[in-house]
């Protein structure tokens, strides 16, 4: 899977949705993540540009539309001549959360539908440590939050769970190769 869409432009679509630093930090963590599993599973350069535009991409309409998440996105795509490719794989995120009905089949689908409720508990437990850093998170800490439902509420155990069935590892291997994807935008671009 490769795209024509650059990342700049991926950038500017997404800012047309979304100003919130909030949501657009998220994005640029999940563009992250998603590129660094693209590297590790061993995806050609083209493909890892194309699984970092999806992770950029993947909460368009969140912003401004979260009644309609991953459909209304469907939407602005087409009508900003999107691949149909990318438009299929940031919609199955939303499988059996939102309005979306497109289940994750592709391996980037199934790690990406994995990684966006992962990052957000990841980050609660990195901002929570004295460091308020990735680099000294182990995984032992992201499973001991991950075991308290009220921390990071928002973050659906249910979910990551799923997808790492979905993808066929461990709970702890994809805990472990996020934070690591995680450590890699801390140290390149500053972001926790």
């Not at 996105?73 to 059996?96: C, K, L, N, P, W």
Request: with cysteine; proline share 4%; net charge negative.
């Amino acid at each position: 899977m490769t795209t024509t869409m650059t990342r700049d432009q991926a950038w500017e679509l997404l800012t047309q949705y979304n100003q919130d630093p909030f949501h657009l930090k998220h994005a640029q963590v999940v563009e992250a993540v998603m590129r660094y599993w693209a590297k590790d599973m061993g995806y050609a350069p083209e493909e890892v540009d194309f699984w970092g535009i999806v992770g950029l991409l993947h909460d368009l309409d969140f912003e401004k539309y979260p009644d309609q998440h991953c459909v209304k996105s469907q939407e602005i795509m087409r009508e900003a001549g999107v691949d149909e490719a990318i438009i299929h794989a940031t919609a199955s995120h939303g499988y059996g959360m939102t309005g979306s009905d497109i289940k994750p089949e592709h391996p980037m689908e199934k790690v990406l539908f994995t990684v966006d409720e992962l990052t957000g508990l990841i980050g609660a437990v990195a901002i929570m440590r004295p460091s308020k850093s990735m680099m000294d998170l182990e995984v032992k800490s992201v499973k001991k939050k991950f075991k308290t439902p009220s921390f990071a509420a928002g973050c659906s155990r249910e979910t990551i769970n799923q997808g790492v069935e979905m993808m066929g590892t461990t709970l702890e291997e994809v805990i472990q190769k996020t934070i690591l994807a995680l450590r890699e935008l801390e140290q390149e671009k500053g972001i926790v």
